[in-house]
């Protein structure tokens, strides 16, 4: 497909604007003014609205396929929470209205929303208190764990590491980096859960604190949490509760009751707001009484006469991470969502996530190796090592599945685990959508049998089939435009 400026013909236009009777130009310094003519494509409205929906067309998204990309919880995005993030209400309130005078008043509904929401929050996962600002998962982990630090900083403790198990999603080491810590990394054992008795020799003094992903990367609850909190505590350690798959636990577990001090929650994952493209996300976090001090700034608090204010008041504050209060637009669906869905709601949505998840695996550890076989939670991996030996790998598996209007699992993810296939149905999925996949993947296996050769040229039904991989995100060519700068 052409790129829209190879589409570009002199001299035509898509809209034109009326002449000014004033000369803007005139009173602009020159300092502004741009020095060349601004290099755009020349193409009629017909031409962008056409070229723009045949490109919509090719995305595989989860509005025209089901997507069962594991770890990432692409779901449902229920229609009625754009209607209500839409009413002017709340769109055309201006983020500065709280500071001025009088202006508190005018935004009483929003800071409700987020004042209701910590507290549902909070009441979801046990923990105390709330921030709304982060803007995804991995910076709500860092938010996190600037709060350890801060903690430790007031307590006068010398910490040098975080301890994280090898099955954690890959955020997790990232963010005790980029935070400053070393990282101290602890194996699985046979059963796909951190190996407890290889915890004990990584905890020292000198561990800030415990990074666990549950249910960790290979969809498995870790039973052990008790043991590991009383550990962790014992040297003034963090718990630090990964929680962005919350929707495989949530009305059945609190990671608050079991000991963990600071955990952060995906709602572009658990609570259906839009996700893909890269944001805008949320990645609220929630702390235990000991960790309150050091919450983001603004917070919002209920006054004795029931209207909601902003306090910056913090002095141990780790400050500011987000501008004004997070993406406001993504909390107030997963508001609504919450409100739609209720208690009980909540926990069929889990029991829904778990049961598909489940229901894949038992159906097909038949066809495909099951590296952990017990009950999963959210989502399974499982391993195409048996196809391998006729040389069918887990990425010829995937675009098989392209071809069947499948977006395909998480390929080669945990690394943990050989040909990983890892798959997440979620739990807005059918059991004819789920039987089509299964139908989908038998297939593939019998093909790896039958004509092994014939995945080699897959995928057949897209407009590119096999790029080079490694070319594509090394090697882009950003010269194209570099002749004609905008
Ligand atoms: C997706 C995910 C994250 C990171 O969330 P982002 O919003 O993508 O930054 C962290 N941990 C787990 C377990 C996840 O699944």
């Known amino acids: 497909m052409d790129l829209i400026f190879e589409k570009s013909v002199e001299g035509k236009r898509g809209f034109l604007n009326p002449k000014s009777d004033v000369d803007v130009r005139a009173e602009m310094p020159s300092s502004y003014k741009r020095q060349k003519e601004c290099h755009l494509p020349e193409v009629s409205e017909l031409d962008v609205v056409r ?25 449902y995005n229920p229609k009625f929470t754009e209607d209500l993030a839409r009413l002017c209400g709340f769109t055309h309130l201006h983020p500065l209205l709280p500071q001025l005078k009088q202006g508190e008043k005018l935004v009483q509904g929003a800071l409700g929303v987020l004042y209701e929401m910590d507290r549902w929050l909070c009441e979801i996962t046990g923990m105390d208190s709330f921030t709304m600002q982060p803007l995804a ?48 990394c602890v194996p699985s054992d046979k059963n796909g859960v951190m190996d407890l008795s290889r915890l004990q020799e990584k905890i020292t003094d000198e561990m800030a604190g415990f990074m666990l992903t549950c249910p960790n990367t290979h969809g498995i609850f870790n039973s052990n949490i008790d043991k590991i909190t009383e550990m962790v505590h014992a040297v003034d350690g963090i718990m630090y509760y990964d929680g962005a798959n919350l929707n495989a636990i949530m009305g059945r577990f609190r990671p608050g009751d079991v000991g963990f001090d600071v955990m952060h929650v995906n709602l572009h994952k658990t609570f259906a707001t839009p996700h893909g493209g890269g944001g805008p996300g949320a990645g609220p976090v929630g702390v235990k009484e000991k960790l309150i001090p050091y919450l983001p700034i603004s917070r919002v608090v209920r006054k004795e006469d029931g209207t909601y204010s902003l306090n910056y008041d913090y002095p141990d504050s780790i400050g500011y991470i987000a ?26 949505a ?19 190796a099951l590296p952990y076989d017990h009950i999963c939670m959210h989502e399974v991996v499982l391993s195409a090592a048996t196809q391998a030996k006729s040389g069918v790998h887990a990425i010829d598996i995937a675009k098989f599945l392209i071809d069947k209007g499948i977006h395909p699992p998480t390929v080669y993810f945990p690394l943990t685990v050989q040909e990983a296939i890892m798959i997440e149905p979620t739990e807005t999925e059918s059991k004819q959508t789920l039987d089509h996949f299964i139908q989908a993947m038998v297939e593939a296996d019998e093909l790896s049998v039958t004509e092994p050769s014939a995945f080699k040229d897959l995928p057949k039904t897209m407009p590119i089939s096999r790029p080079d991989e490694t070319k594509a995100a090394r090697d882009i060519d950003t010269n194209y435009f570099a002749e004609k700068p905008c």
């Open 51 to 75: 070229h723009f929906t045949n490109l919509s067309k090719r995305n595989f998204s989860v509005d025209s396929n089901f997507y069962p990309l594991g770890s990432c919880t692409m779901k």
């Open 137 to 184: 998962g991995a910076h709500g982990e860092l938010t996190g764990v600037m709060m350890m630090a801060a903690y430790h900083k007031s307590k006068g403790n010398k910490k040098k590491y975080i301890v994280v198990p090898d099955s954690s999603h890959g955020t997790n080491p990232a963010t005790a980096a980029i935070a400053g810590y070393e990282i101290v």
């Open 323 to 348: 501008s004004f209060y997070g993406n406001f637009g993504v909390i107030l669906r997963a508001y609504a969502y919450l409100l739609l869905l209720g208690k009980e709601g909540l926990k069929e």
């Open 350 to 368: 889990s029991n829904h996530a778990v049961l598909n998840a489940n229901y894949i695996k038992e159906r097909l550890k038949k066809h495909f």
